[in-house]
């Protein structure tokens, strides 16, 4: 069965410098897609970054990029510049390749960045 | 606009008092997926469903059911509520790999 593990559940950053934020996953499927959403305190959740296991480069989005390592089963967060908006709960997680018919949530890092 | 909408989005009830939360997507998407959030468990799937008529159980749908008879909505049903219902739900909607739009989530209060 797959399993997601964050084990930051908080964590603080200074305004402007970056953060990393850690995901490990375990799984025995060879095609498994692995994502990262923002929930801030309104509680919407927010697609920030996907990573396919395939994917020889590591996915980027503006300020956010995904620090894949398959070997060690971790996929990493960073988010370079922090901005006093990205304080919220962070939530890695993992699919199935092409439908996320089994899509597994880590239980969240709360990051809070400090002005 | 692309999205996915839930209704209520905030709900009080008592045991044993049937409800539904409606979800529907206006961009035409073939899977949905209901979750339910409950704090340091982060979320979990509840039901999903890959079509019309085609719905399945995901990890905890003890206490649930769903229907999908049309492709834009996927309801969720709660047939007797319990207060270990209580907890915050998203329903989704998948574009395919690697794009899953959320609803704005619906919290359940059940006393």
Redesign the interface.
């Known amino acids: 069965a797959q399993k997601i593990t964050q084990t930051q559940p908080g964590m603080f950053v200074q305004e402007k410098e970056a953060v990393t934020l850690d995901c490990t996953y375990d799984t025995s499927d060879p095609s498994y897609g692995l994502f990262w959403y923002k929930q801030p305190s309104s509680g919407e959740m927010i697609f920030l970054i996907y990573q396919g296991s395939y994917d020889q480069q590591n996915a980027t989005e503006g300020r956010y990029s995904l620090n894949f390592q398959k070997a060690r089963k971790s996929a990493n967060l960073v988010i370079s510049a922090s901005q006093l908006g990205d304080s919220a709960m962070y939530f890695c997680a993992m699919s199935a390749y092409l439908y996320n018919n089994d899509m597994r949530f880590g239980a969240g890092t709360r990051l809070t960045v400090k002005p | 606009e692309a999205q996915v909408t839930q209704n209520p989005r905030y709900l009080i009830t008592v045991t044993g008092k049937k409800l539904t939360v409606t979800c529907s997507q206006n961009m035409n998407h073939e899977?949905m997926?209901w979750?339910r959030q409950d704090p340091?468990?982060?979320?979990?799937?509840i039901y999903?469903s890959?079509n019309v008529e085609v719905t399945?159980k995901?990890?905890v749908p003890e206490g649930y059911k769903v229907s999908r008879k049309e492709k834009r909505n996927f309801p969720l049903i709660l047939e007797s509520p319990s207060p270990n219902q209580t907890s915050?739900y998203?329903c989704?909607s998948?574009a395919g790999?690697?794009?899953?739009?959320?609803g704005?989530?619906t919290?359940l209060t059940v006393l």
């Open positions: 899977y997926s979750y340091g468990l982060g979320l979990r799937q999903y890959m399945d995901g990890d915050l998203f989704a998948i790999v690697g794009t899953q739009y959320f704005p989530g919290r």
